[in-house]
């Protein structure tokens, strides 16, 4: 006989990836605060990733971030479209090394005042250990005005760090080096665990924005037949890794597993229907 009365079985269902579910969070944060969200390419040209951020090529900061560069001969991605038409220029390009490039981007297709964020995946030539992973992902952000200061920015990542750990989340600002910024800050949140594991978690990057990415945007700009509309703004910068923020959240000890498509990982966030 059938009992109708027993519990139906659940179908198992998909679930978001924990990087995801960081992503979301933090974009839900930023839209609430009023930020447009962009999306931009992981194959960049040199000029964005580098150059427009005050990043020359002779610059050292260029070694800190070890690059994934194209290799593109006349048969490669740059070369002739059809049979027989002509190779088209060769432009430097790279798999990006951070979500910067979309300061740059995004300050040529809108104007000031803007609020801005931007998530996407990045890339470094290095390495790979527990804490360390060539592709890992970042949450870029951009506010850029006529009066912003770097209290508008404390405040911002302040409310950041009580949207992700409750109204008792305390943020620390230390002196960093960055060359689109000055002056230029890491940022940690402290972490308040009820279960005694609270500790202060190294998020992130920021400052204020760097005159000299004002100037490569209004140039960039005037390239593309657009105002200068940059010259004499104020803004501040931050980027930050989720995945950081997600190992300490889901207790996961391995940077290594969210990309590693072990269904014995991935399986602990999958949802019901
Ligand atoms: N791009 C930096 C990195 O990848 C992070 C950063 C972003 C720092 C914006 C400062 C800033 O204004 O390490």
Known sequence: ???????????????????????????????????????????????????????????????????????????????????????????????????????????????????????????????????????????????????????????TIAEMARGLYGPSAKVRFQPSYYPFVEPGADFAVYWDNPRGESKWLELGGCGMVHPNVFKAVDDLREQAGKERVYEGMTGFAFGLGPERIAMLKYKIPDIRYFYANDPRVLGQFRGEL
């Open 1 to 155: 006989a059938i009992d109708v009365t027993l519990p139906g079985l659940p179908l198992p269902a998909g679930g978001l990836h924990p990087i995801s579910r960081v992503y979301d969070d933090l974009i839900a944060i930023y839209q609430r605060m009023g930020y447009e969200v962009a999306e931009g390419p992981e194959v960049e040209d040199e000029h964005y990733n580098f150059e427009a951020l005050n990043i020359p090529w002779y610059h050292p900061a260029r070694d800190l971030q070890d690059t994934f560069w194209l290799e593109e001969s006349s048969t490669g991605l740059n070369g002739p479209s059809e049979p027989g038409a002509a190779p088209a220029p060769s432009v430097p390009r790279l798999l990006r090394t951070h979500t910067s490039n979309m300061q740059i981007r995004y300050m040529i297709d809108h104007e000031p005042p803007l609020k801005m964020v931007s998530r996407g995946k990045v890339y470094r030539y290095e390495a790979t250990d527990a804490t360390h992973e060539s592709m890992f992902h970042q949450l870029e952000g951009l506010v850029v005005g006529p009066n912003i200061s770097m209290s508008d920015l404390k405040g």
